[in-house]
């Protein structure tokens, strides 16, 4: 049964960069997408960006020129760095994986997620 | 446009059917996927593809699609089923992906 375990830290200061990993146990790292998902306090899902076992990325626009999401193959682990970071960013981090089907009919879907970092911004 | 559309809250007396539908134009290319969060929880999925049940997920769950609208349909609704329910997909590009904002769940 596959298994995401997060970690990082939870306490910034503004302009600080956040840095998150997610570590896949007990499957396979390639044939899928690697997520990263944030939830404000109090609001709802918003998507990060997502990378698969060769490193191609695909990003939220509105995050795009802060966000830098990697991969390491060898130990099955795929990391978050968010830069200069404020109190909007405050949110429970969530690393996912994603399932693609790129055959019509096309399939998405987000089958396992790790349980959450909180990331808190404050002066 | 790359936005799923969901109301916002719904309830549902114990035992009734209740629907809960996603709007969007990227539904015409992919199907949704449906994600169930209670609160202090990571969030679950229940429904992928075009009516699909990851193991554990009770046959109560259902999904259907129609157009640039998915539903997903709990069939018999338990107090355990109170939570919020997000729907997601990838956008009409296939490099964005979009969740709703999601519908609260009140079982009465």
């Known amino acids: 049964q596959v298994q995401l375990q997060q970690w990082g830290a939870g306490l910034l200061k503004p302009s600080e960069t956040l840095s998150l990993t997610c570590a896949v146990y007990?499957?396979?790292?390639?044939?899928?997408?690697w997520s990263w998902i944030r939830q404000p306090p109090g609001k709802g899902l918003e998507w990060i960006g997502e990378i698969n076992h060769s490193g191609s990325t695909n990003y939220n626009p509105s995050l795009k020129s802060r966000v830098t999401i990697s991969v390491d193959t060898s130990k099955n682990q795929f990391s978050l760095k968010l830069s200069s970071v404020t109190a909007a960013d405050t949110a429970v981090y969530y690393c996912?994986?994603?399932?693609?089907?790129?055959?019509?009919?096309?399939?998405?879907?987000?089958?396992?997620w790790g349980k959450g970092t909180t990331v808190t911004v404050s002066s | 446009s790359s936005e799923l559309t969901q109301d916002p809250a719904v309830s549902v007396a114990l035992g009734q059917t209740v629907r809960i539908t996603c709007q969007g134009d990227s539904l015409r290319s992919y199907y949704a996927s449906w994600y169930q969060q209670k609160p202090g929880q990571a969030p679950v999925l229940v429904i992928y593809?075009?009516?699909n049940r990851p193991s554990g997920i009770p046959d109560r769950f259902s999904g259907s699609s129609s157009g640039n609208t998915a539903s997903l349909t709990i069939t018999g609704a338990q107090a355990e089923d109170e939570a919020d329910y997000y729907c997601?997909?990838?956008?009409?590009?296939?490099?964005?992906?979009?969740f709703g904002g999601g519908t609260k769940l009140t079982v009465l």
């Open positions: 997601n997909s990838r956008d009409s590009s296939g490099y964005q992906v979009v």
């Open positions: 593809g075009k009516n």
């Open positions: 007990g499957g396979s790292f390639s044939g899928y997408y």
């Open positions: 996912a994986r994603v399932v693609v089907v790129v055959a019509a009919p096309y399939y998405y879907y987000m089958d396992v």
